[in-house]
T-cell receptor, first 113, second 112 residues
Framework: DAGVIQSPRHEVTEMGQEVTLRCKPISGHDYLFWYRQTMMRGLELLIYFNNNVPIDDSGMPEDRFSAKMPNASFSTLKIQPSEPRDSAVYFC???????????FGEGSRLTVL | EDQVTQSPEALRLQEGESSSLNCSYTVSGLRGLFWYRQDPGKGPEFLFTLYSAGEEKEKERLKATLTKKESFLHITAPKPEDSATYLCAVQGSGGGADGLTFGKGTHLIIQP
């Protein structure tokens, strides 16, 4: 199995630009999670989906962040406009049946200048 | 709000020197406590799930234990390849609770 696939692996952009991060979950998994990791705050849950429906987006920091899951094999996390404080590693993870055994992608490292 | 606190933040051991990592938690209705391993530049990798106080799980040189307030990850006779950041997480039973709440991790270095 290919595992969870994220792209891009690295993104460097300037403040004010739009950023789109992409995720392909493991086939058959019905839960998809977006996490953000920083040294200061650790891993923070941003939003998660069940069967392509957003269930809890209370972790999304502000309206500049949005996430979609148009089908079972694809999700995006968009930041518009981006700010330097958004710099972090963004992880996508998937699992089946709501278990806590999450399968993480290798992350997208975002740097906003 | 679920909370997870891990200690120490960093730990340096000699190869073969056993030790324990601590995870203290508060959660409304524990559905599970999880340990993950994270290598530099990689996503976290699942190690163990514990569901109730008194439960123990083992894998090679690692053993995880659980009480009502904390969990320990015991590392016996570690090797340099055990060097990584170890993350603890909880899953509660509150609304929208399928997501895990993670601690900040313990960065473990095993010196040859």
């Amino acid at each position: 199995d290919a595992g969870v696939i994220q792209s891009p692996r690295h993104e460097v952009t300037e403040m004010g630009q739009e950023v789109t991060l992409r995720c392909k979950p493991i086939s058959g998994h019905d839960y998809l999670f977006w996490y953000r990791q920083t040294m200061m705050r650790g891993l923070e849950l941003l939003i998660y989906f069940n069967n392509n429906v957003p269930i809890d987006d209370s972790g999304m920091p502000e309206d500049r962040f949005s996430a979609k899951m148009p089908n079972a094999s694809f999700s995006t996390l968009k930041i518009q406009p981006s700010e330097p404080r958004d710099s972090a590693v963004y992880f996508c993870a998937s699992t089946g049946q709501g278990t806590g055994e999450l399968f993480f992608g290798e992350g997208s490292r975002l740097t906003v200048l | 709000e679920d909370q997870v606190t891990q200690s120490p933040e960093a730990l340096r051991l000699q190869e073969g020197e056993s030790s324990s990592l601590n995870c203290s938690y508060t959660v409304s209705g524990l559905r599970g406590l999880f340990w993950y391993r994270q290598d530099p530049g990689k996503g976290p990798e699942f190690l163990f799930t514990l569901y109730s106080a008194g439960e123990e799980k083992e894998k090679e040189r690692l053993k995880a234990t659980l009480t009502k307030k904390e969990s320990f990850l015991h590392i016996t006779a570690p090797k340099p390849e055990d060097s990584a950041t170890y993350l603890c997480a909880v899953q509660g039973s509150g609304g929208g609770a399928d997501g895990l709440t993670f601690g900040k991790g313990t960065h473990l270095i095993i010196q040859p």
